[in-house]
């Protein structure tokens, strides 16, 4: 009875919260707004600080921003001090992970590994690492980046964990290229300041939309990141599949 009166009340408050939304004063021009008039338009068009010119794929050169990825225009560009929070989230994350577990030694076994195992994981561990390097590269030009290109790096080293009960990554090159990655992001950053007075500014010419080679300091982002999320995974990876006890 009780699961009867709970889904009566919650589809009256539902009912009567949509209705009031459709109503409402700033909603009753829900489909006639004028989408040339929106912050996303100047995204898509490159034009936040005023330029008006027209963005043709392979040929407009030094554009604002230089991405032909919309999204990675947004997140590496235009929003990218809030990527840094994110990055940041993700270090204090790895961080607490290693402080609980740190001091755990022995690796977990989870079944007896064999020959056959062994080979194909290690076939499919670098196809899977070429593939996340591809995708933080090559993240201004297609769908991908840092984050998702750095965990597919870490789930190579994941599935070299569950296959060999042998492997063990060697955790301090991950922390050294951790660090290595976190600091040139922060130094990029502050270069933008010594060039134009504005932290992380897209000083390197942006080239031409849609060539390997273009959109400025967003590629050397987006692999500094991808370095830095693919070891932070790894080195959080490696915590958990470590007991305690002695080897």
Not at 43 to 64: A, H, M, R
Not at 165 to 177: D, G, P, T, V
């Amino acid at each position: 009875m009780k699961k009867v009166l709970a889904f009566i009340l919650v589809a009256i408050l539902g009912y009567f919260m949509i209705t009031g939304l459709m109503t409402a004063q700033e909603f009753s021009t829900y489909g006639n707004v004028n989408l040339d008039e929106k912050i996303s338009r100047n995204f898509i068009d490159k034009d936040v600080n005023g330029k008006s010119d027209e963005i043709i794929y392979g040929q407009t050169s030094n554009p604002e921003t230089g991405s032909a990825n919309y999204v990675t225009s947004i997140i590496a560009n235009y929003r990218i001090f809030d990527t840094l929070g994110e990055v940041t989230v993700l270090f204090v994350s790895a961080l607490g992970v290693s402080l609980l577990f740190g001091k755990n030694t022995k690796k977990y076994n989870f079944y007896e590994s064999n020959f056959i195992l062994k080979t194909a994981s290690k076939m499919i561990f670098g196809l899977i690492l070429v593939v996340g390097i591809y995708i933080f590269v090559h993240g201004h030009l297609t769908p991908g980046g840092g984050f998702p290109g750095g965990a597919m790096i870490a789930s190579s080293i994941l599935l070299m964990y569950l296959a060999d009960n042998e492997f063990k990554a060697n955790i301090n090159k991950f922390k050294q290229a951790e660090s290595l990655s976190g600091s040139l992001i922060l130094v990029i950053g502050l270069l933008g300041i010594v060039t134009s007075g504005y932290f992380f500014y897209n000083f390197l010419p942006t080239g031409t939309v849609g060539e390997t080679f273009s959109a400025g300091i967003i590629p050397i982002i987006y692999t500094l990141i991808g370095l830095k999320v693919g070891s932070e995974l790894s080195g959080v990876i490696y915590n958990f599949m470590l007991e305690g006890g002695e080897q």
